[in-house]
């Protein structure tokens, strides 16, 4: 089972930028589709991004496509989401895991990293 930490998140005005990490532990992590996922304070966690597991391949949600770059470093276990021109409503805990299609594959979810985006 991969165990996951993600890092990364703070507070940026509007139209700043983060870059978010998220460590996977075991060996398995590059045979694994990877995602990215946020939920914001009253609202159900929602797909952001994902990312194929030789990183050949990425996709987004609407709402980001753009203005998000979902990346991987099989090498050292890493998934990366580097957020640019970010609007108050990109504001919410994100998390990543592993994925089919849009959905995560598991209940197994890291600590998440807050992103708070003032106006």
């Known amino acids: 089972q991969v165990q996951l930490v993600e890092s990364g998140g703070g507070l940026v005005q509007a139209g700043g930028s983060l870059r978010l990490s998220c460590a996977a532990s075991g060996r398995t992590f590059s045979n694994y589709i990877m995602g990215w996922f946020r939920q914001a304070p009253g609202k159900d966690r929602e797909f952001v991004a994902g990312i194929s597991s030789d990183g050949g391949s990425t996709y987004y949600a609407d709402s980001v496509k753009g203005r998000f770059t979902i990346s991987r470093d099989n090498a050292k276990n890493t998934v990366y989401l580097q957020m640019y021109s970010l609007k108050p409503e990109d504001t919410a805990i994100y998390y990543c895991?592993?994925?089919?299609?849009?959905?995560?594959?598991?209940?197994?979810w890291g600590q998440g990293t807050q992103v708070t985006v003032s106006s």
């Open positions: 895991a592993p994925t089919s299609g849009r959905r995560a594959i598991s209940n197994n």
